[in-house]
């Protein structure tokens, strides 16, 4: 409890966290357990905490503003010859995006891949 | 749920109890790790209770989690049909619990679970051991509903197979498939909704379509629908004519699809109104319903399936039992292997959350099916799922099928990514690996 | 970089009802339906129809099955028993039975006329819902009371099931009987028909941006040597394809089992099929 917030966090906090279908929230910020649990489904594909390497670009560890600059590309539409990432990542607010990329970039720990 | 207690509890969280995220390593929060309270029974070694007992342990190591699966070694049905097309051996599909074991520390119990006591919170299994629990997590899949189709019973399915669970059956099939003449017809009865994986049953024609234009070329297959419209539709028909010609013939409901009645002996097949089909191999998917246990534990209601409560799949009926993947009712999730997989993450959480005295987080659950028509040629659907007004539904603008008007690269690519696939929810779920990169 | 939507929505709006309303036999593909076409559609009449057969009377709120599944997966086609429980004799019988999903667009799902050549108050199909909702069954006795019953059906659709997946029927108003092969004297028979239909409803527009016009099945009829067995009137919340399970209880020695379907244009189709009691 008495670790110190990494800047992202605080940043994130104040992002409105907009979720879909019509039942617009008002700003909530991010948990650091539900950043994870986002972040988590992106593991069926990339295995946990993003670490299986193989026909998928890799995403743990890697920076934060190159995953969140890919996700947010990939929500709007805008990766040439994207098969299933737009698909997905227009399920998520722009903030949950974030959030993942944050998540997926402390990912260090490669030992168990 | 109300919205206004949830900004106060994020706020809270937010304010007290942030998480260094790049130390945090694959344990997500250090605030949990510490407790040891708690023993949690899984019960399914499957996609969704290996992936309920794993990542319950990755919350918060110090939970008593015991999970009961009979088998030593579990088949996976994803990829079972690249089986019977000979894209890929029995061996390459069967995963083992040691690393769930040895490095996470989970129990792994090889029996039955025979019965749950709800009220006393046990679990009693085959060898007459009783397990106490807190937590119960079931993940028992599916059970073929022998009452359900005329003619179609245990004996039956020995000679009909349905290859709906992975392993015997699987082999049986594909063994009937190479005794097969050339010019020979294979048939394959598909259920109602709802049943376990949706484009189950058109990936597999198209396996077995592959398997027959390498090595029998003159074969033909017909597919009985008790549906008018199934998953993927358009691009599985369009990739059957590019691919194998006129091979392949659907009939739906309403063209007399429903199967009513088998004769397993003649491997006849008749229709609603009267029509008789034969088949040289003849692959009944019969109608299902949920794993015994679930039906023991008094979760599931009158359709045979479980209820639950959409942010925690908690038992609607049964207080502490959970119930993830197939044998819930989750739709408009599919039953899939990916959905129980992610189904089982966001319960375990939710335990977790639970045992700790939190409320659950806000749920989301993906999935996206991969079908192999081809070596080099895939298809998809995905969708993205959330709680909305108390329910379960897919996030508008989210989700979707691969474009119909795709050219060959998109196709390949998508076969090579439901290799990669299969290879991460392995790793994921069991710990284990994929064998093979490739499809060729 | 072209996507293709699926067709699950967070709420089931009209719109919705538009699309699968139509599923029958034509390629939906990218539908759009133009406000236009909405603003003449009918108002929702919800519970009006059933108030309005009611006129005034309670009815007796057992002995009305219904039957259909809790959840369903594809909100074109949803199968639907419904059973009354009464003797089906002259003096007393079931006069008739009818069909409401309150919150479609067009509330009338079917209205089935029955006799005691019926043997049995008890009818399958199979229908649209364009949303989750309570489907009511009324029943009319011989004797002027009414009953009714009513079943929960929640819609959502599968996230492995889109919108391109359609169904295309061969030959327009082709028919499928299946009737008993013999029956012994007093017993009840049971007969199963299908026939292809889209069932257009008259909401939904082509590529083109067209309105397809309605062209439904409006009336079916079963006669046994000419007398009433069943008739029913069908409205556009009927699935495509109508399908329809019913029973007869022929006197004496049987006889020729006459079905007849009507559609908008005039078109009919006639099927026979000898009933022998032995
Ligand atoms: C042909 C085919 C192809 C498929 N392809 C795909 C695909 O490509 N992608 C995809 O996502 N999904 C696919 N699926 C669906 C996928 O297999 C299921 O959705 C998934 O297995 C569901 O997981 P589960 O945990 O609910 O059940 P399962 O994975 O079946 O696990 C249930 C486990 O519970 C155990 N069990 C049952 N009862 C008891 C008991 N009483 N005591 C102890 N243990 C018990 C069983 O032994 C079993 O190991 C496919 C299915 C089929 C049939």
């Not at chain 2, 807190?134 to 179609?152: A, N, R």
């Not at chain 2, 234009?213 to 998953?231: C, E, G």
């Not at chain 2, 040289?280 to 679930?294: E, F, L, Y």
């Not at chain 3, 959502?156 to 029956?183: E, F, H, I, K, N």
Request: glycine share 10%; aromatic share 8%.
């Amino acid at each position: 409890m008495t670790r110190i917030m990494p800047r992202h966090v605080i940043g994130l906090s104040a992002a409105a966290l907009l979720l879909f279908g019509g039942q617009a929230m008002a700003e909530e910020p991010i948990s650091y357990e539900q950043a994870s649990l986002l972040a988590s489904t992106c593991f069926a594909c990339h295995g946990t905490d993003g670490r299986k390497e193989g026909n998928f670009a890799p995403i743990a560890g890697r920076p934060y503003e190159s995953l969140n600059a890919q996700l947010i590309a990939f929500r709007n539409d805008q990766v040439p010859g994207t098969t299933v990432m737009n698909r997905l990542a227009a399920g998520y607010s722009e903030a949950e995006l974030e959030a993942i990329a944050l998540y997926l970039s402390g990912i260090t720990d490669r030992r168990r891949d | 749920m109300d919205s206004i207690k949830m900004n106060r509890r994020k706020l809270l969280k937010l304010l007290g109890a942030g998480g260094a995220l790049a130390a945090a390593g694959p344990l997500a929060s250090p605030a949990f790790a510490a407790r040891t309270a708690g023993r949690v029974v899984g019960v399914g070694g499957g996609f969704g209770g290996a992936t309920a007992a794993k990542y319950l342990k990755r919350l918060q190591p110090g939970l008593d989690v015991t999970l009961v699966e009979p088998a030593r070694e579990f088949y996976t049905c994803p990829f079972s049909n690249l089986y019977l097309g000979g894209m890929r051996q029995m061996e390459q599909i069967v995963h083992g619990y040691d690393t769930l074991k040895n490095r996470y520390g989970i129990k792994v119990v090889h029996q039955y679970a025979e019965d749950v006591d709800g009220e006393a919170h046990t679990v009693r299994l085959a060898n007459g051991e009783t397990l106490p629990y807190d937590k119960l997590v079931l993940s028992p899949g599916i059970d073929i509903d022998f009452e359900g189709l005329e003619g179609y019973d245990e004996a039956a399915a020995e000679k009909l197979p349905h290859a709906w669970k992975a392993g015997d059956q699987t082999r049986l099939l594909r063994s009937q498939l190479e005794a097969m003449d050339d010019g020979g017809t294979f048939i394959l009865s598909a259920p109602d909704n709802p049943f376990r994986c949706p484009p189950g049953p058109y990936e597999r024609v198209s396996q077995i379509a592959h398997y027959f234009s390498q090595h029998k070329p003159r074969s033909k297959i017909l597919l009985l629908d008790a549906k008018d419209a199934f998953s993927k539709q358009g691009l599985f028909m369009d990739g059957w004519r590019e691919v194998y010609g006129d091979m392949i013939e659907w009939v739906g409901l309403s063209d007399d699809g429903r199967v009513v009645r088998v004769d397993a002996d003649s491997r006849e097949l008749e229709s609603e109104f009267g029509e008789i089909h034969r088949g040289d191999v003849v692959n009944v998917v019969p109608p299902q319903k949920a794993g015994a246990i679930a039906h023991r534990a008094g979760v599931t209601n009158g359709s045979g399936w479980v209820p639950v409560k959409p942010h925690t799949f908690e038992s609607q009926q049964v207080d502490d039992i959970y119930v993830v993947g197939d044998a819930t009712i989750a739709a408009p999730m599919p039953k899939s292997g990916f959905c129980a997989n992610a189904q089982a993450r966001v319960t375990a959480a939710a335990i977790v959350a639970e045992l700790n005295g939190q409320d659950p987080l806000d749920p989301v659950w993906t999935n996206t099916c991969y079908s192999v028509i081809a070596p080099e040629y895939g298809i998809s659907v995905a969708g993205v799922y959330r709680v909305i007004d108390g329910e379960i539904r897919e996030v508008e603008g989210s989700g979707g099928v691969s474009p119909r008007d795709a050219d060959a690269a998109f196709r390949r690519r998508e076969a090579e990514y439901a290799v990669q696939w299969y290879n991460a929810i392995v790793q994921d779920t069991w710990e284990t690996r994929g064998l093979q990169k490739t499809l060729t | 970089m072209s996507r293709t939507r699926s067709l699950v929505t967070t709420s089931w709006s009209r719109r919705d009802f538009l699309r699968i309303s139509g599923a029958g036999a034509v390629t939906l593909g990218m539908m759009m339906v133009s406000p236009s076409l909405l603003a003449r559609s009918r108002p929702w009449a919800r519970h009006d129809a059933i108030m309005e057969l009611l006129d005034g009377a309670e009815p007796d709120t057992s002995g009305v099955t219904l039957e259909l599944p809790s959840v369903s997966e594809d909100g074109s086609n949803i199968s639907l028993t419904v059973r009354v429980d009464s003797a089906q004799e002259n003096g007393e019988y079931v006069k008739s039975i009818h069909l409401f999903a309150p919150d479609n667009p067009n509330p009338e799902i079917a209205v089935f006329h029955l006799t005691p050549l019926s043997g049995q108050a008890q009818i399958a199909t199979r229908i649209r819902l364009n949303e989750s909702q309570r489907v009511f069954a009324v029943a009319k006795l011989s004797d002027g009371s009414f009953r009714i019953g009513s079943q929960d059906a929640r819609v959502t659709v599968s996230g492995c099931l889109t919108d391109d997946a359609t169904y295309d029927s061969s030959g327009l108003m082709q028919a499928r009987v299946r009737t008993p092969r013999s029956l012994r004297p007093g017993e009840v028979g049971e007969v199963l028909t299908i026939i292809n239909h889209p069932m257009e409803t008259g909401f939904r527009e082509d590529a083109d941006g067209n309105t397809i016009p309605r062209r439904i099945i409006h009336s079916f009829v079963a006669e046994l040597d000419g007398e009433t067995v069943l008739r029913a009137d069908f409205h556009p919340s009927l699935a495509a394809n109508p399908y329809l399970r019913f029973h007869v209880k022929p006197n004496g020695s049987g006889g020729t089992l006459a079905l007849e379907w009507t559609d908008d244009e005039g078109e009919t189709t006639r099927e026979e099929a000898e009933l022998s009691v032995s």
